[in-house]
């Protein structure tokens, strides 16, 4: 199996810098499921040319049309879109199929595993260490875990903004084989960075951005040792339950809860596509272990981009964004900011998100789709994600980026 093929295992799928970032009406949806109609707010206000289009009926079949066409040209199975924006209406609509072999038909209250918007938690929870005192973000992590390379010189900041130099474990080859050969093998943060520190240092601290997993395992390992409480625990208490979300969880083993749709991945020891639907995600701990929905991700999104679980002073170091190296794009503290669009997205084999708010019109935007297969070295979130806003916020697509193949491991 080939490194370019990883994505959570090779970034995530989270930003522009790491090559991952960044429409005739279908009556009928991939595989021949049937599709329900959008829901909409009561009465869209009229379209005035703002930030957000108001999604009247001829707004939401321009939607129908490039969603269908975005499914036909990836192959995408199934995929879930939610757009809210307050006064311009929403829509929310299930596409495709759930299950090949069955041909059950996507829904939008299904549970999914949402990759990479884990990251978003993660430090999340770190920050509200922050606002506590407990830790600083320009304390070194070599003041809390020994053993990582130039550790006295590598800051929390460095971590949360993917400016470590650290190399990712995703990328390397052993932990590809061990992974591929074994997808239910459980992997303890330890294990995930021995893969990492067996490599030299890419750069020095803060010297430029490079997408790196292991920079969230170290994060987790953080919080655990300031709070003496178990990651998953910290996560789902303080900050999970802390948002109000009921359907979002840390998952302690390969728990997933029904509803869901089967996920589907070539990112297999044969390259061949297989069902990964139960696969363990012990491999991805802090960096994309996570299990949410459709409604949970847009509050998410919101609360994320506002800050309502940090101090305005913290908030406003998050939102302090780096060029990813891409006009419009840049990452702040396990966030990014796109063309506008704050939040994050999410690869791991057999399933893909996208959860993002645009705070001048209010607006949010969730994707879910049951496969992770690159089409045309895109991830196809993005694609999706590039033909909604195309049509919504033309002022601000996401992203508008097409990615070079990554550098193998």
């Known amino acids: 199996m080939k490194t370019t093929h990883v994505r959570l295992r090779r970034a995530c799928a989270a930003t522009a810098a790491a090559g991952l970032l960044i429409t005739g009406a279908a009556t009928v949806p991939a595989y021949g499921a049937p599709t329900p109609g959008p829901t909409a707010s009561a009465t869209p206000s009229p379209d005035t040319g703002g930030e957000f289009k108001a999604i009247t009926p001829a707004v939401a079949v321009q939607l129908d049309t490039a969603i ?15 757009l809210w924006a307050p006064g311009k209406g929403s829509y929310v609509k299930a596409f495709g199929v759930a299950d090949k072999a069955t041909g059950a038909p996507m829904r939008t209250d299904f549970n999914t595993r949402i990759g990479s918007q884990t990251k978003t938690f993660t430090v999340t929870a770190l920050l509200q260490l922050v606002d506590q005192g407990k830790v600083g973000l320009d304390d070194p992590i070599g003041d809390y875990i020994s053993g990582v390379p130039g550790g006295n010189l590598i800051t929390l900041r460095q971590l949360a903004g993917m400016r470590s130099g650290l190399f990712n474990y995703s990328e390397d080859p052993d932990f590809d084989k061990a992974f591929t050969s074994d997808p239910d093998r459980r992997f ?18 803060d010297a430029k951005f490079q997408y790196s997993n292991t920079n969230l395992i170290l994060l987790g390992l953080v919080i655990e040792k300031v709070t003496g409480r178990p990651l998953a625990e910290v996560i789902d208490q303080d900050v999970v339950a802390a948002a109000g979300l009921r359907r979002t969880f840390f998952p302690t083993g390969s728990e997933f809860p029904a509803p869901h749709a089967q996920g589907y991945t070539d990112q297999t020891a044969s390259g061949k596509v297989e069902v990964s639907t139960d696969w363990d995600p012990s491999w991805a701990w802090a960096a994309g272990a996570m299990i949410s929905d459709l409604e949970n991700l847009r509050s998410w999104a919101r609360t994320l981009a506002t800050g309502t679980l940090l101090t305005p002073e913290t908030q406003a170091q998050r939102l302090k964004t780096t060029s990813v190296g891409i006009p419009g794009a840049g990452y702040g503290l396990g966030l990014f900011n796109v063309q506008g669009w704050i939040g994050h997205n999410g690869s791991l084999p057999g399933y893909e998100s996208l959860g993002v708010y645009l705070p001048q019109a209010q607006a949010t935007m969730v994707v879910i789709l049951n496969t992770d ?21 033309p002022d601000h697509v996401y992203p508008g980026h097409k990615p070079s193949e990554p550098k193998s491991g």
């Not at 269908?68 to 939610?82: L, Y």
């Not at 297969?373 to 806003?389: K, N, V, Y």
């Open 68 to 82: 269908r066409q975005v499914m036909r040209e990836a192959g995408v199975p199934g995929v879930i879109v939610g």
């Open 188 to 205: 303890t943060p330890q294990q995930l960075l021995e893969y990492s520190f067996k490599h030299p240092v890419q750069f020095a601290p």
């Open 373 to 393: 297969i690159l089409h045309d070295g895109q991830e196809p979130s993005t694609l999706f994600g590039e033909a909604i806003t195309g049509i919504v916020t």
